[in-house]
């Protein structure tokens, strides 16, 4: 089975960055997508980034866009997302998850999730 595994959360003031790692073990990316999800306590799910592994193609959620970027090293089955200019609002648990890209650049959620790394921004 599918198996993802996410590191480097932490607590980070506000303004400053931080890297979330994700390894995939049993996972193929002809046949899946790789991306991020993030939950605060009392709010929806929110896609935050998918990469489409068969053209290339990431999007992004409006509120992470030009803040985030996602890199992906297929060879290693991983994925990182590259947090910058982080704000208190973006305090949240960050999932790997497979997604996928709707016509309209929606990220959707997959089938397999990782454990989750908890991402704390405050002074």
């Known amino acids: 089975q599918v198996q993802l595994v996410e590191s480097g959360g932490g607590l980070v003031q506000p303004g400053g960055s931080l890297r979330l790692s994700c390894k995939a073990s049993?996972?193929?990316?002809?046949?899946?997508?790789l991306g991020w999800f993030r939950q605060a306590p009392g709010k929806e799910r929110e896609g935050v980034s998918c990469i489409d592994s068969d053209d290339g193609n990431t999007v992004y959620g409006k509120s992470v866009k030009g803040r985030f970027t996602v890199l992906a090293a297929g060879a290693e089955k991983m994925i990182y997302l590259q947090m910058n200019s982080l704000k208190p609002e973006d305090t949240a648990i960050y999932y790997c998850?497979?997604?996928?890209?709707?016509?309209?650049?929606?990220?959707?959620?997959?089938?397999?999730w990782g454990q989750g790394t908890q991402v704390t921004v405050s002074p």
């Open positions: 049993e996972f193929d990316f002809r046949y899946y997508n």
């Open positions: 998850a497979t997604c996928g890209i709707s016509s309209d650049d929606t990220i959707m959620p997959g089938a397999y």
